[in-house]
């Protein structure tokens, strides 16, 4: 099993700051990686797949890179309605694979 | 508008059985293959089961593996989660998935999911 680490657990930014989300996996998955927001009480919501390729009606201060083990997630400069939970996801291999989650909050 | 409504939920007792439902609108249902990923209360996402768009070949999570059941009917346009042998540990809401393609690929929509509550 492919082991989804992100960090940090909590992120605490001001509205208008740059934020930068980490996700490692425990062996290579390409660019088979996509990153969900979520928000209390909602369901997930696609951001990025394929590492860096936005989802439709995804503002563009949403951006992904990386490749094989590391990938970053950045939210260029945040506003109110980007505070919340953000998960990445692995689609290379079974059994697919979540992190455990980045929780942006409000500074 | 692609649309996913999860029906089913509720609560049962350990070792009882519950059967999902998914119902799909808005896009090609037969095109795409489907899953089901869950969350407990407080925490994060867990992948569950899958199924490709044919319903010919499905994919489970090791802790759900031998109890769980995942189906289609492309004629209903709905996925369906057969759960049977609960756990108090199985309680978590869980949402519906449509993937990108016939049989791989990310989530790109989800259902609103639905409560599943293990308890005596």
């Known amino acids: 099993e492919i082991v989804m680490t992100q960090s940090p657990a909590t992120l605490s930014v001001s509205p208008g700051e740059r934020a930068t989300l980490s996700c490692r996996a425990s062996q290579s998955v390409t660019t088979n990686l996509a990153w969900y927001q979520q928000k209390p009480g909602q369901a997930p919501r696609l951001l990025i797949s394929?590492?860096?390729t936005r989802a439709t009606g995804i503002p563009a201060r949403f951006s992904g890179s990386g490749s094989v083990t590391e990938f970053t997630l950045t939210i260029s400069s945040l506003q109110s309605e980007d505070f919340a939970v953000y998960y990445c996801q692995q689609y290379n291999n079974w059994p697919l694979t979540f992190g455990g989650g980045t929780k942006v909050e409000i500074k | 508008e692609v649309q996913l409504l999860e029906s089913g939920g509720g609560l049962v007792q350990p070792g009882g059985s519950l059967r999902l439902s998914c119902a799909g609108s808005g896009f090609t249902f037969s095109n795409y293959a489907m899953g089901w990923v869950r969350q407990a209360p407080g925490k994060g996402l867990e992948w569950v089961s899958a199924i490709v768009d044919n319903g010919g070949s499905a994919n489970y999570a090791d802790f759900v593996r031998g109890r769980f059941t995942i189906s289609r009917d492309n004629s209903r346009n709905t996925l369906y989660l057969q759960m049977n042998s609960l756990r108090v540990e199985d309680t978590a809401v869980y949402y519906c998935a449509k993937r990108t393609a016939v049989a791989w690929g990310h989530f790109d929509y989800w259902g609103q999911g639905s409560l599943v509550t293990v308890s005596s």
């Open positions: 394929g590492a860096s």
